[in-house]
């Protein structure tokens, strides 16, 4: 048994060992491979600073109306907050007081 066991071991470890280096070396890309990988890299970054500068214009045009927004609303906000003046005011309380 402890002979059939080594032998076992024996198979078990030279499979392991012969096949061990195949999977550690791991192919180099070719030039055109790196090649190819730059080109998709470049094309990723034109996509996303499009988008980007898409989401920034964006951002830039509902910034802008919100502000044009708030600025209508204070200039509504300050006209009504406007009491007018008119010289009838204080005239009449002095009439109505001088006619006691």
């Known amino acids: 048994m402890s002979r059939n066991r080594a032998l076992v071991l024996a198979v ?3 499979l392991t060992i012969t096949t061990a280096p195949a ?3 791991t ?3 070719t030039l055109a491979q790196i090649e190819a990988a730059k080109k998709a890299e470049e094309a990723v970054k034109k ?5 980007k500068e898409v989401a920034q214009q964006a951002v830039r045009a509902t910034s802008e109306a ?3 927004a708030v600025a209508a609303t204070r200039e509504a906000a300050d ?3 406007r009491i007018p003046k008119s010289k009838d005011t204080n ?3 002095e009439s109505s007081v001088n006619k006691k």
Do not use: I, N, T
């Open 12 to 14: 078990v470890l030279g």
């Open 23 to 25: 999977y550690a070396a």
């Open 27 to 29: 192919p180099k890309p």
């Open 47 to 51: 996509v996303s600073y499009s988008s």
């Open 66 to 68: 919100a502000k044009k």
């Open 79 to 81: 006209q009504a907050m």
């Open 91 to 93: 005239k009449g309380v």
